[in-house]
């Protein structure tokens, strides 16, 4: 089990590498304080999240518009936060 969570973890960071380094370092800060205690619902959102382009990502995470997606609400205030 901890070599599959090594795996998606792994994909996860992968995915997260953007065109931007502002979204990189959110992202990747995200992961870093979130991934252990996200459960599968969140996991799934994440993913979802991660198929957005950069440009509208950007527009979400610096707070210029919110998602219409209900599943992104919570991950993206988590993903803003900087504790």
Request: aromatic content about 8%.
């Amino acid at each position: 089990m901890i070599a599959d969570t090594d795996v998606r973890l792994k994909k996860l960071r992968w995915r997260s590498r953007r065109g931007m380094q502002e979204l990189d370092t959110l992202l990747n800060n995200y992961l870093d304080v979130y991934y252990k205690g996200l459960d599968e619902q969140a996991l799934q959102n994440l993913d979802r999240l991660l198929e957005t382009e950069d440009d509208i990502l950007w527009v979400w995470l610096s707070g210029q518009q919110d998602s219409a997606d209900p599943g992104f609400v919570r991950l993206i205030d988590d993903i803003r936060r900087k504790d």
